[in-house]
């Protein structure tokens, strides 16, 4: 069993940063995928950002050229660096491994950005 925990969401301004952490519990090294969703109230959770096995990364159009996916398989870390933050970007924000077919999700944190 995997446990994913996410840390690093918090207010900031419109055009800052923050860079969110998601930390599993067991290795990392077996998952196919990793990404980062998101989600605000009344709507469906979305994909940010993924990061295959192979290193091979996708973003989601909005967040193209402003956010970057990393994982650190020494630290079972996965991280997501948010810069030139909107106001649009304010969700919660979940970190998801998929591992032996099977998904994994972290309790999320919340990102706000004012305006």
């Known amino acids: 069993q995997v446990q994913l925990v996410e840390s690093g969401g918090g207010l900031v301004q419109a055009g800052g940063s923050l860079r969110l952490s998601c930390a599993a519990s067991g290795s990392i090294s077996s998952a196919s995928v990793m990404g980062w969703y998101r989600q605000i109230p009344g709507k469906q959770r979305e994909l940010v950002a993924s990061i295959r096995s192979t290193g091979n990364t996708n973003y989601a159009d909005p967040v193209k050229g402003r956010f970057t996916i990393s994982r650190d398989g020494a630290k079972n870390t996965v991280f997501l660096q948010m810069n030139s933050l909107k106001p649009e970007d304010t969700a919660v924000y979940y970190c998801?491994?998929?591992?032996?077919?099977?998904?994994?999700w972290g309790q999320g944190t919340q990102v706000t950005v004012s305006s």
């Open positions: 998801s491994a998929v591992i032996a077919f099977n998904v994994y």
